[in-house]
């Protein structure tokens, strides 16, 4: 039972996300209407629909923070506030940018097409592999089919597919992007500390794949206070993704760079919650933990997901 409808918030946290969030719009905007008139390539228009779909990823963690206004005969209206999607919308964030930072493969040009023809590949892959039930469907199935035979016969060809491995060409014609890394070694490789990166992960995942641990949170976080502390966690998770997303858009479009350095209390809150393995190291270097294996997404979260080391 709720035993209270009010809450405690951490309005410092919630003051800079409005205000990186406000950055993070004007830069995806601000490139997007100075290459209006351009042609530019395909995998920078698909990194601009990345982009907003990571922006309304973090619009949505930061509503899932009020009290839901739902009413209904057992919850009054703003009785809970829904913790666990937040944790679980934060994953999807989180991999989001992974993924984006994959793609944009430290500025190499060539590897960048061949990285953005298997994403497409696979996706195509996967569409193929539904079961169509009605005749439109039965075309888009066959359109799916032909275009992922078309994009394999390109990736085949490449020099950069002959250093897969067997096992991971295997997995990569099955339809995974990734073959050959895990999400341990994309963030490591897009500046979190691994060790951060391990802590972080299985316990969102927990949430989105209902473990236990995630189910006992939920049952013991009775009161406002409680729920939102938990989700306030995951907001600063939030903070450290547009800490980073600002500098790699930065990196990669003039204009997106120009609004971030002209951008003031922004531009400092940007680099503030910029994050890097450095700046984790005095924590969690000195961890005598594994940091080989890759995050499994069944392994026991703790109660709550480690705040970022923001105050450097």
């Known amino acids: 039972?709720?035993?209270?409808?009010?809450?405690?918030?951490?309005?410092?946290?919630?003051?800079?996300?409005?205000?990186?969030?406000?950055?993070?719009?004007?830069?995806?905007?601000?490139?997007a209407e100075a290459n209006q008139h351009v042609h530019p390539p395909k995998w920078a228009l698909d990194l601009h629909v990345l982009s907003m779909k990571l922006f309304k990823h973090l619009c949505s963690i930061r509503t899932l923070l009020k009290p839901c206004g739902l009413e209904t005969g057992t919850l009054p209206r703003f009785g809970y506030i829904d913790h666990s999607s937040v944790s679980a919308l934060t994953r999807t964030a989180v991999e989001n940018y992974l993924v984006m930072y994959w793609l944009y493969s430290n500025g190499d040009e060539s590897l960048r097409e061949f990285r953005h023809t298997v994403w497409k590949y696979c996706g195509w892959k996967k569409r193929s592999k539904l079961v169509p039930t009605i005749e439109e469907a039965k075309i888009s199935h066959q359109e799916a089919v032909d275009t992922a035979a078309e994009l394999m016969a390109r990736i085949?060809?490449?020099?950069?597919?002959?250093?897969?491995?067997?096992?991971?060409?295997?997995?990569?014609?099955?339809?995974?992007?990734?073959?050959?890394?895990?999400?341990?070694?994309?963030?490591?490789?897009?500046?979190?500390?691994?060790?951060?990166?391990?802590?972080i992960y299985p316990y969102l995942s927990g949430y989105t794949h209902s473990d236990f641990i995630s189910c006992l949170q939920i049952g013991q976080a009775q009161t406002l206070n409680v729920q939102y502390s938990l989700g306030v966690a995951s907001l600063q998770i939030s903070l450290l993704m547009i800490g980073h997303f600002s500098?790699?858009?930065?990196?990669?479009?003039?204009?997106?760079?120009?609004?971030?350095?002209?951008?003031?209390?922004?531009?400092?809150?940007?680099?503030?919650?910029?994050?890097?393995?450095?700046?984790?190291?005095?924590?969690?270097?000195?961890?005598?933990?594994?940091?080989?294996?890759?995050?499994?997404?069944?392994?026991?979260?703790?109660?709550a997901p480690p705040p970022p080391p923001a105050n450097r």
């Open 1 to 31: 039972m709720i035993d209270s409808l009010t809450n405690e918030r951490s309005s410092e946290v919630e003051r800079e996300f409005e205000v990186l969030i406000t950055l993070m719009a004007d830069m995806i905007m601000g490139h």
């Open 156 to 199: 085949e060809a490449s020099p950069y597919f002959k250093d897969y491995s067997v096992a991971d060409k295997k997995s990569l014609r099955k339809g995974n992007w990734s073959a050959g890394s895990n999400w341990n070694d994309l963030a490591e490789k897009a500046g979190l500390h691994r060790i951060y990166f391990t802590s």
């Open 247 to 303: 500098h790699f858009y930065a990196e990669l479009f003039p204009t997106a760079k120009e609004i971030l350095e002209h951008s003031g209390e922004a531009f400092e809150l940007a680099t503030k919650w910029h994050i890097k393995t450095d700046d984790m190291a005095f924590l969690y270097d000195r961890v005598g933990v594994d940091e080989t294996s890759p995050a499994q997404e069944g392994h026991t979260p703790g109660s």
